[in-house]
Protein backbone atom coordinates (compact mmCIF):
# COMPACT_ATOMS: atom_id res chain seq x y z
CA UNK A 1 0.00 0.00 0.00
CA UNK A 2 1.35 3.18 -0.84
CA UNK A 3 1.59 6.12 1.65
CA UNK A 4 -0.86 8.02 -0.10
CA UNK A 5 -3.21 5.19 -0.06
CA UNK A 6 -2.89 4.86 3.75
CA UNK A 7 -3.38 8.40 4.22
CA UNK A 8 -6.38 7.96 2.68
CA UNK A 9 -7.56 5.42 4.85
CA UNK A 10 -6.62 6.62 8.06
CA UNK A 11 -8.79 9.50 6.95
CA UNK A 12 -11.72 7.90 5.99
CA UNK A 13 -11.48 5.23 9.06
CA UNK A 14 -11.14 8.71 11.72
CA UNK A 15 -14.12 10.23 11.24
CA UNK A 16 -16.52 8.18 13.19
CA UNK A 17 -15.35 9.20 16.57
CA UNK A 18 -12.80 11.70 17.17
CA UNK A 19 -12.75 11.87 21.09
CA UNK A 20 -11.89 9.06 23.31
CA UNK A 21 -12.45 10.67 26.39
CA UNK A 22 -17.16 10.55 25.31
CA UNK A 23 -16.56 7.56 23.59
CA UNK A 24 -15.39 5.79 26.55
CA UNK A 25 -17.78 7.29 28.78
CA UNK A 26 -20.46 6.31 26.81
CA UNK A 27 -19.46 3.19 26.12
CA UNK A 28 -18.94 2.39 29.66
CA UNK A 29 -22.30 4.08 30.73
CA UNK A 30 -20.70 6.41 32.90
CA UNK A 31 -23.13 8.75 35.03
CA UNK A 32 -23.74 10.21 38.37
CA UNK A 33 -26.07 8.17 40.28
CA UNK A 34 -26.28 9.28 43.54
CA UNK A 35 -25.25 12.98 44.77
CA UNK A 36 -24.20 13.84 48.19
CA UNK A 37 -24.04 17.06 50.55
CA UNK A 38 -21.93 17.64 53.46
CA UNK A 39 -22.41 20.38 55.90
CA UNK A 40 -19.56 20.79 58.92
CA UNK A 41 -18.36 23.04 61.42
CA UNK A 42 -15.49 23.16 64.42
CA UNK A 43 -13.69 19.87 64.26
CA UNK A 44 -14.80 16.41 62.40
CA UNK A 45 -13.62 13.92 60.00
CA UNK A 46 -15.27 11.01 57.68
CA UNK A 47 -13.53 7.74 57.07
CA UNK A 48 -14.58 6.43 53.73
CA UNK A 49 -13.08 2.42 52.09
CA UNK A 50 -11.63 1.44 48.91
CA UNK A 51 -14.03 0.40 46.22
CA UNK A 52 -14.69 0.28 42.79
CA UNK A 53 -15.70 3.68 41.89
CA UNK A 54 -15.40 7.00 40.39
CA UNK A 55 -16.15 9.54 43.14
CA UNK A 56 -15.79 13.65 43.07
CA UNK A 57 -15.91 15.54 45.63
CA UNK A 58 -16.43 19.69 44.90
CA UNK A 59 -15.74 22.22 47.63
CA UNK A 60 -18.54 25.18 47.58
CA UNK A 61 -17.93 26.93 51.04
CA UNK A 62 -14.68 26.64 53.50
CA UNK A 63 -11.55 24.10 53.35
CA UNK A 64 -11.37 20.96 53.80
CA UNK A 65 -8.53 18.30 54.04
CA UNK A 66 -8.67 14.53 52.04
CA UNK A 67 -6.45 12.01 52.72
CA UNK A 68 -5.53 8.91 51.39
CA UNK A 69 -3.10 5.76 52.87
CA UNK A 70 0.48 6.66 52.79
CA UNK A 71 -0.11 9.93 50.76
CA UNK A 72 0.40 13.40 52.08
CA UNK A 73 -2.92 15.41 53.06
CA UNK A 74 -4.16 17.81 50.32
CA UNK A 75 -6.06 20.84 51.47
CA UNK A 76 -9.36 22.10 49.01
CA UNK A 77 -10.92 25.35 49.43
CA UNK A 78 -13.97 26.35 47.70
CA UNK A 79 -13.57 26.03 44.22
CA UNK A 80 -11.58 22.92 44.09
CA UNK A 81 -12.46 19.70 42.79
CA UNK A 82 -10.77 16.15 42.77
CA UNK A 83 -11.92 12.60 41.36
CA UNK A 84 -11.13 9.89 43.53
CA UNK A 85 -10.97 5.73 42.51
CA UNK A 86 -10.08 2.76 44.08
CA UNK A 87 -8.32 4.10 46.72
CA UNK A 88 -9.78 4.56 50.70
CA UNK A 89 -10.30 8.36 52.11
CA UNK A 90 -11.06 10.73 54.50
CA UNK A 91 -12.19 13.87 54.18
CA UNK A 92 -11.87 16.15 57.35
CA UNK A 93 -11.12 19.45 59.01
CA UNK A 94 -8.02 18.70 59.96
CA UNK A 95 -6.05 15.54 58.92
CA UNK A 96 -5.38 14.79 62.78
CA UNK A 97 -8.89 14.26 64.04
CA UNK A 98 -10.11 10.93 63.97
CA UNK A 99 -12.33 10.08 61.35
CA UNK A 100 -15.71 8.56 61.99
CA UNK A 101 -17.44 5.83 59.84
CA UNK A 102 -18.50 7.71 56.58
CA UNK A 103 -20.67 4.89 55.25
CA UNK A 104 -23.27 5.67 58.86
CA UNK A 105 -24.08 8.96 57.70
CA UNK A 106 -24.63 8.39 53.83
CA UNK A 107 -25.60 4.43 53.87
CA UNK A 108 -28.87 2.89 53.32
CA UNK A 109 -32.12 4.61 54.98
CA UNK A 110 -29.64 7.63 56.05
CA UNK A 111 -30.40 10.17 52.82
CA UNK A 112 -27.65 11.99 51.26
CA UNK A 113 -27.11 15.38 53.33
CA UNK A 114 -24.77 14.92 56.47
CA UNK A 115 -24.63 17.64 58.99
CA UNK A 116 -21.90 17.83 61.94
CA UNK A 117 -22.50 20.51 63.87
CA UNK A 118 -23.19 24.48 61.44
CA UNK A 119 -22.15 25.22 57.50
CA UNK A 120 -18.46 26.77 57.90
CA UNK A 121 -18.01 24.03 55.14
CA UNK A 122 -20.31 22.60 52.56
CA UNK A 123 -19.07 19.87 50.29
CA UNK A 124 -20.53 18.18 47.79
CA UNK A 125 -20.38 14.91 46.43
CA UNK A 126 -21.11 12.59 43.17
CA UNK A 127 -20.92 8.67 42.91
CA UNK A 128 -20.34 8.03 39.46
CA UNK A 129 -21.64 4.18 38.21
CA UNK A 130 -21.06 2.22 34.98
CA UNK A 131 -22.81 -0.38 32.89
CA UNK A 132 -22.22 -3.93 34.84
CA UNK A 133 -18.65 -5.44 34.65
CA UNK A 134 -17.16 -1.77 32.93
CA UNK A 135 -15.63 0.11 35.60
CA UNK A 136 -12.33 -1.71 35.31
CA UNK A 137 -11.39 0.13 31.77
CA UNK A 138 -11.50 3.33 33.00
CA UNK A 139 -10.47 3.08 36.64
CA UNK A 140 -7.32 1.25 35.13
CA UNK A 141 -6.37 3.95 33.37
CA UNK A 142 -6.79 6.79 35.76
CA UNK A 143 -5.15 7.81 38.63
CA UNK A 144 -6.56 7.19 42.25
CA UNK A 145 -6.31 10.84 42.59
CA UNK A 146 -6.94 13.94 40.42
CA UNK A 147 -6.95 16.93 41.84
CA UNK A 148 -8.51 20.41 40.28
CA UNK A 149 -7.70 23.32 42.03
CA UNK A 150 -10.14 26.16 41.02
CA UNK A 151 -7.32 28.39 40.45
CA UNK A 152 -6.17 26.60 37.76
CA UNK A 153 -6.55 28.09 34.48
CA UNK A 154 -9.00 25.80 33.11
CA UNK A 155 -11.59 25.82 35.42
CA UNK A 156 -13.45 28.21 34.58
CA UNK A 157 -16.56 25.86 33.47
CA UNK A 158 -16.33 24.01 36.34
CA UNK A 159 -16.76 27.15 38.80
CA UNK A 160 -19.81 28.12 36.82
CA UNK A 161 -21.30 24.56 37.16
CA UNK A 162 -20.19 24.67 40.78
CA UNK A 163 -22.05 27.81 40.98
CA UNK A 164 -25.45 26.01 39.62
CA UNK A 165 -25.23 23.43 41.62
CA UNK A 166 -24.69 25.65 44.55
CA UNK A 167 -27.84 27.53 43.68
CA UNK A 168 -30.20 24.79 42.73
CA UNK A 169 -29.45 23.50 46.40
CA UNK A 170 -30.56 26.64 47.76
CA UNK A 171 -33.40 27.08 45.47
CA UNK A 172 -35.19 24.10 46.61
CA UNK A 173 -37.58 24.28 43.48
CA UNK A 174 -39.43 21.84 41.20
CA UNK A 175 -37.17 20.42 38.57
CA UNK A 176 -33.96 20.45 40.89
CA UNK A 177 -33.04 17.14 40.83
CA UNK A 178 -32.85 16.37 36.97
CA UNK A 179 -31.31 20.10 36.97
CA UNK A 180 -28.67 19.02 39.50
CA UNK A 181 -28.25 15.53 38.53
CA UNK A 182 -27.00 16.62 34.71
CA UNK A 183 -25.00 19.87 36.20
CA UNK A 184 -23.09 16.37 38.07
CA UNK A 185 -22.17 14.51 34.52
CA UNK A 186 -20.75 17.58 33.59
CA UNK A 187 -18.63 18.44 36.00
CA UNK A 188 -17.57 15.08 35.77
CA UNK A 189 -16.89 15.93 32.54
CA UNK A 190 -15.23 19.55 32.76
CA UNK A 191 -13.32 18.18 36.36
CA UNK A 192 -11.24 15.72 33.77
CA UNK A 193 -11.20 18.04 30.82
CA UNK A 194 -9.52 20.23 33.50
CA UNK A 195 -7.46 17.99 34.99
CA UNK A 196 -5.98 16.74 31.75
CA UNK A 197 -5.32 20.00 30.96
CA UNK A 198 -2.66 20.47 33.38
CA UNK A 199 0.35 19.46 31.76
CA UNK A 200 2.59 18.59 35.00
CA UNK A 201 0.47 16.56 36.50
CA UNK A 202 -0.76 14.45 33.26
CA UNK A 203 2.33 13.10 31.96
CA UNK A 204 2.09 9.54 32.47
CA UNK A 205 -1.42 7.87 31.84
CA UNK A 206 -3.68 8.03 29.30
CA UNK A 207 -4.70 11.24 30.10
CA UNK A 208 -1.41 12.55 29.59
CA UNK A 209 -1.27 10.73 26.38
CA UNK A 210 -4.51 11.88 25.05
CA UNK A 211 -3.43 15.38 25.38
CA UNK A 212 -0.13 14.79 23.49
CA UNK A 213 -0.57 15.94 19.99
CA UNK A 214 1.30 12.77 18.75
CA UNK A 215 -0.28 10.18 21.23
CA UNK A 216 -3.48 11.58 21.14
CA UNK A 217 -3.67 11.22 17.37
CA UNK A 218 -3.47 7.92 17.86
CA UNK A 219 -6.00 7.58 20.19
CA UNK A 220 -8.43 9.00 18.09
CA UNK A 221 -7.86 7.00 15.30
CA UNK A 222 -8.58 3.99 17.32
CA UNK A 223 -11.65 5.08 18.57
CA UNK A 224 -12.24 6.24 15.49
CA UNK A 225 -12.27 2.71 14.08
CA UNK A 226 -11.87 0.17 16.74
CA UNK A 227 -12.88 -2.46 13.85
CA UNK A 228 -9.90 -1.71 11.54
CA UNK A 229 -7.29 -4.15 11.09
CA UNK A 230 -4.06 -1.44 12.60
CA UNK A 231 -0.80 -2.17 12.67
CA UNK A 232 1.83 -0.39 14.70
CA UNK A 233 3.54 0.93 11.96
CA UNK A 234 0.41 3.05 10.79
CA UNK A 235 0.12 4.22 14.28
CA UNK A 236 3.79 5.41 14.34
CA UNK A 237 3.01 7.20 11.04
CA UNK A 238 0.03 8.92 12.31
CA UNK A 239 2.10 9.80 15.27
CA UNK A 240 5.25 11.22 13.37
CA UNK A 241 7.50 8.66 15.33
CA UNK A 242 9.62 5.03 14.62
CA UNK A 243 7.77 2.16 15.59
CA UNK A 244 10.44 1.62 18.39
CA UNK A 245 9.98 4.72 19.52
CA UNK A 246 5.81 5.18 19.43
CA UNK A 247 5.76 1.35 21.00
CA UNK A 248 7.62 2.20 23.89
CA UNK A 249 5.95 6.00 24.57
CA UNK A 250 2.97 4.33 23.89
CA UNK A 251 3.65 1.51 26.40
CA UNK A 252 4.90 4.44 28.66
CA UNK A 253 1.97 6.37 28.79
CA UNK A 254 -0.89 4.18 28.62
CA UNK A 255 0.28 1.24 30.38
CA UNK A 256 0.47 -1.19 27.51
CA UNK A 257 0.84 -1.86 24.23
CA UNK A 258 -0.34 0.24 21.87
CA UNK A 259 -2.19 -3.46 19.94
CA UNK A 260 -3.12 -4.38 23.65
CA UNK A 261 -4.95 -1.59 23.99
CA UNK A 262 -7.30 -1.89 20.77
CA UNK A 263 -7.73 -5.22 22.16
CA UNK A 264 -8.86 -4.31 25.45
CA UNK A 265 -10.86 -1.77 24.13
CA UNK A 266 -12.67 -4.23 21.44
CA UNK A 267 -13.49 -6.31 23.88
CA UNK A 268 -14.92 -3.75 26.37
CA UNK A 269 -17.38 -2.66 24.01
CA UNK A 270 -18.20 -6.56 23.04
CA UNK A 271 -19.00 -6.55 26.54
CA UNK A 272 -21.20 -4.01 27.13
CA UNK A 273 -22.72 -4.57 23.88
CA UNK A 274 -23.63 -8.03 25.04
CA UNK A 275 -24.76 -7.10 28.13
CA UNK A 276 -27.33 -4.52 26.26
CA UNK A 277 -28.53 -7.78 24.81
CA UNK A 278 -29.79 -6.05 21.35
CA UNK A 279 -27.56 -7.86 19.14
CA UNK A 280 -25.59 -11.72 18.29
CA UNK A 281 -21.93 -12.51 19.48
CA UNK A 282 -21.66 -13.11 16.19
CA UNK A 283 -22.30 -9.77 15.04
CA UNK A 284 -20.68 -7.97 18.02
CA UNK A 285 -17.52 -9.54 16.79
CA UNK A 286 -17.70 -8.65 13.49
CA UNK A 287 -18.34 -4.96 14.34
CA UNK A 288 -15.43 -5.14 16.74
CA UNK A 289 -12.89 -6.38 13.99
CA UNK A 290 -13.27 -10.10 14.52
CA UNK A 291 -13.54 -12.16 11.35
CA UNK A 292 -13.79 -15.52 13.13
CA UNK A 293 -16.08 -15.59 15.90
CA UNK A 294 -13.96 -18.90 17.38
CA UNK A 295 -11.27 -16.59 17.31
CA UNK A 296 -13.46 -13.28 18.97
CA UNK A 297 -14.72 -15.86 22.12
CA UNK A 298 -11.08 -16.94 22.94
CA UNK A 299 -9.92 -13.44 22.87
CA UNK A 300 -12.90 -12.60 24.95
CA UNK A 301 -12.53 -15.84 27.71
CA UNK A 302 -8.72 -14.88 27.71
CA UNK A 303 -9.96 -11.11 28.98
CA UNK A 304 -12.75 -11.81 31.26
CA UNK A 305 -12.41 -16.02 31.91
CA UNK A 306 -15.80 -16.72 30.91
CA UNK A 307 -17.27 -17.24 26.91
CA UNK A 308 -19.27 -14.11 25.62
CA UNK A 309 -22.65 -15.88 26.06
CA UNK A 310 -22.05 -15.98 29.27
CA UNK A 311 -22.04 -12.26 29.79
CA UNK A 312 -25.34 -12.04 27.29
CA UNK A 313 -28.14 -10.59 28.30
CA UNK A 314 -31.03 -13.27 28.29
Known amino acids: ?73 QLMSAGDVCLLGRTAYTVA ?18 GDVARL ?52 AERNVIGSDIISARLADVLLVEAIRAYAGSTEQVEIGWLGALSDPRLGRVLRLIHGDVAQHWTVAQFAGV ?16 GQPPLAYVRAWRLTIARAALARGDETVASIARKVGYTSQSAFSHAFRSAFGSPPKAHARS
Request: hydrophobic share 45%.
Open 1 to 73: MSYAQMSMDLSRSSKAVTDPLSDVLNVLGARVTRRTRLEAAERWALAFPALDRLKFVALLRGTAWITRPTRAP
Open 93 to 110: SDPEVPPLDGQTFYGAGC
Open 117 to 168: GGDETIAIGGTVTFDPGNVDFLLDMLPDFLFVPGSSAASGAMATILGLMYDE
Open 239 to 254: AGMSRAAFSADFTRRV
